[in-house]
Structure formats: structure tokens, C-alpha cells
């Protein structure tokens, strides 16, 4: 599974098996046995969270918002896909 970044202890990353076909860009995030998945458009929102707070999810979204751009850098490097 592709790590993009970690921040505070959290991994955000995708899985190299994405779905047939392959979802739109998203990115995972898990730390401790939670994990959430987040769609990035139109608007970055919570496709599934299991087990993060409403705080801990708003500052995960603050999170992906700010580095959106290098989030789908990444997905596109990752999957040979053009932006």
C-alpha cells in the first residue's frame, strides 16, 4: 500500500488495488485500528470512517484539503494516470 505522507502518526495512503475499474482518487487514512477513506472530489468528504472522533475527522480533513494537490500527485505517479 502506497504511503503518501504521514502526519502526527497517521498514514495516509492508498491500496495499489483500487477497485475494476479504479475508483476516482481518494486516500486512506488509519492510525491505531481506526482507518477512514475520503473521496477528494468535488469536495474532500468521508466516503467511510471507522473509529475517528468528529475532531480527529475534521482535523483529517483539514489535512487532505491543504495537501490535496500532493495527494493526487502521488496517485497519478502511482497508478500511470494523467492529472
Same mark, same amino acid.
Given at each position: 500500500?502506497?504511503?503518501?505522507?504521514?502526519?502526527?502518526?497517521?498514514?495516509?495512503?492508498?491500496?495499489?488495488?483500487?477497485?475494476?475499474?479504479?475508483?476516482?482518487?481518494?486516500?486512506?487514512?488509519?492510525?491505531?485500528?481506526?482507518?477512514?477513506?475520503?473521496?477528494?472530489?468535488?469536495?474532500?468528504?468521508? *466516503?467511510?470512517?471507522?473509529?475517528?472522533?468528529?475532531?480527529?475527522?475534521?482535523?483529517?480533513?483539514?489535512?487532505?484539503? *491543504?495537501?490535496?494537490?500532493?495527494?493526487?500527485? *502521488?496517485?497519478?505517479?502511482?497508478?500511470?494516470?494523467? *492529472?
Amino acid at each position: 500500500m502506497p504511503l503518501v505522507f504521514r502526519e502526527r502518526g497517521f498514514r495516509f495512503h492508498f491500496f495499489s488495488n483500487e477497485g475494476d475499474p479504479r475508483e476516482p482518487s481518494h486516500i486512506h487514512v488509519s492510525k491505531d485500528g481506526r482507518d477512514a477513506k475520503l473521496w477528494l472530489y468535488p469536495d474532500v468528504h468521508y *466516503a467511510d470512517n471507522n473509529g475517528f472522533d468528529a475532531r480527529t475527522q475534521r482535523w483529517i480533513t483539514e489535512i487532505v484539503e *491543504a495537501r490535496r494537490d500532493d495527494i493526487e500527485g *502521488a496517485w497519478h505517479d502511482h497508478f500511470g494516470t494523467g *492529472a
